[in-house]
Structures are given as structure tokens and as C-alpha cells.
């Protein structure tokens, strides 16, 4: 059994998908900063100096009665939060990503449909009479002198 797995885990389809997990991880931690550190501050700061991922609704006081200033201070004193400005920026990561793999999957079918090169013109054909190959545009057949149908 240890064989069979070693063949299966060294098989490349298999290593490619763990690379591609792996980079997509990797993506993704670059998308989540990029909404996190760059897209969202300006946009918060044309709403009016909003901070995103500060942005929740207490469901329960923890320990220390609200009001909380920050998120993290009320995670800290134990209250149970909705935290609908994170969700807005994991909604923002995720059209990110999406539209990233819209258009990788997009140049690569467009890669593959240019690789396809069209079937060539036939620049033979067979003569009715004696079944020999002639050139397309002949009129009397090389081999056997008969005359082609136009």
C-alpha cells in the first residue's frame, strides 16, 4: 500500500496541484493585504474616515460593558460581535481573486484555441478512374491520361 501511495504522490498531476495550491494560498494573502491596506483606507476615507474592518455590531457585552471602541477591543473584553465591515472586505478579496482567474482561464483558452491551427487544404485528390493521387486543380489524371469531371 505505501508503493501505490508513493506512485500516486509522485505522480506530477498530483505535485502540480499541490504548487497550485500553494501559490494560490500565497495569492491570496497578497489579495487580502492589497484590500486590506490599499483599496480599502481611501474608500473609508471618502466615506467619511471609515475604518472597514472596524466596522461590527455587538450582539453581547463580554466582561467589560460596551462600548467598544475597536473590534479588537471588544473581542478582548469577550463580546460577541457581527463583524459586517470584514465580511465587506473578504466580499472585496474574493471578487478580486475571482476576476484574476477569470482572466488567467481566459488567456489560456485563448492560448489553446491559438495553438489549434486549422485543418490544412487538401492539395491532392484521388482520381475516380485509376484511384491515384493527382493535384487538386489537374483536368486529366497523370497516370492513367483519363479526363478529370469538372
Not at 491570496?28 to 467619511?48: E, K, Q
Request: with cysteine.
Amino acid at each position: 500500500m505505501l508503493k501505490e501511495f508513493k506512485e500516486f504522490a509522485l505522480k506530477g498531476n498530483v505535485i502540480d496541484m499541490a504548487v497550485g495550491i500553494i501559490m494560490g494560498a500565497a495569492f491570496g494573502s497578497i489579495v487580502t493585504s492589497l484590500v486590506a491596506d490599499v483599496i480599502m483606507p481611501p474608500i473609508g476615507l471618502l466615506l467619511g474616515k471609515v475604518d472597514f474592518s472596524n466596522l461590527f455590531v455587538v450582539l453581547s457585552s463580554g466582561k467589560v460593558p460596551g462600548p467598544y471602541s475597536s473590534l479588537a477591543d471588544a473581542k478582548a473584553a469577550g463580546a460577541v460581535t457581527l463583524n459586517y465591515g470584514l465580511f465587506v472586505n473578504t466580499i472585496i478579496s474574493f471578487a478580486i481573486i475571482s476576476f484574476a482567474v477569470f482572466i488567467l482561464i481566459k488567456n489560456i483558452n485563448r492560448l489553446k484555441r491559438a495553438e489549434e491551427a486549422p485543418p490544412a487544404v487538401p492539395t491532392n485528390k484521388e482520381c475516380p478512374f485509376c484511384l491515384e493521387a493527382i493535384p487538386v486543380n489537374a483536368v486529366k489524371c497523370g497516370h492513367c491520361t483519363s479526363n478529370l469531371p469538372q
